[in-house]
C-alpha cells in the first residue's frame, strides 16, 4: 500500500524552527508536485507551499522568508523548513503529493504547535 510517511512535527517557542518531513512509503513512483497545506484549530485547510516537478517553489504570503520547501528525489521525500515560527503557525501540516501512475496522495499530518 502506498502511503505518505510525514514527521517532524511538535512543540516549538516562538522564534524557533522544525524541519518536516514527507516520505514515500510502498512505492518507487517518481514525484511530481508537492503541496504542503495547513489546518490551524477551527479554520479551514490552507495552502502554505508548492515545489514542482523541476523544482520551482511558490509560497503564500504569510511564510515567505522563513519557510522553505525542498525535495530530494533520490528518497522520495519532500521537506518544510520553518524558521522564525510563530504562534499563528500552529497548525496540523499535510503533504500532498501527485505520484506518477498513482495521482494525488494525503499524508496523514503532523501537528506543529508553536507556543511558549
Request: aromatic share 8%.
Amino acid at each position: 500500500q502506498v502511503q505518505l510517511v510525514e514527521s517532524g512535527g511538535g512543540l516549538v517557542q516562538p522564534g524557533g524552527s522544525l524541519r518536516l518531513s514527507c516520505a514515500v512509503s510502498g512505492s518507487n513512483s517518481s514525484i511530481y508536485a508537492v503541496d504542503w497545506f495547513r489546518q490551524p484549530p477551527g479554520k479551514q485547510r490552507e495552502l502554505v507551499a508548492t515545489v514542482t516537478t523541476i523544482g520551482l517553489t511558490t509560497y503564500t504570503d504569510a511564510v515567505k522568508g522563513r519557510f522553505t520547501i525542498s525535495r530530494d528525489n533520490a528518497k522520495n521525500t519532500v521537506y518544510l523548513q520553518m524558521n522564525s515560527l510563530k504562534p499563528e503557525d500552529t497548525a496540523v501540516y499535510y503533504c500532498n503529493m501527485d505520484l506518477q501512475k498513482i495521482g494525488r496522495l494525503w499524508g496523514q499530518g503532523t501537528q506543529v504547535i508553536v507556543s511558549s
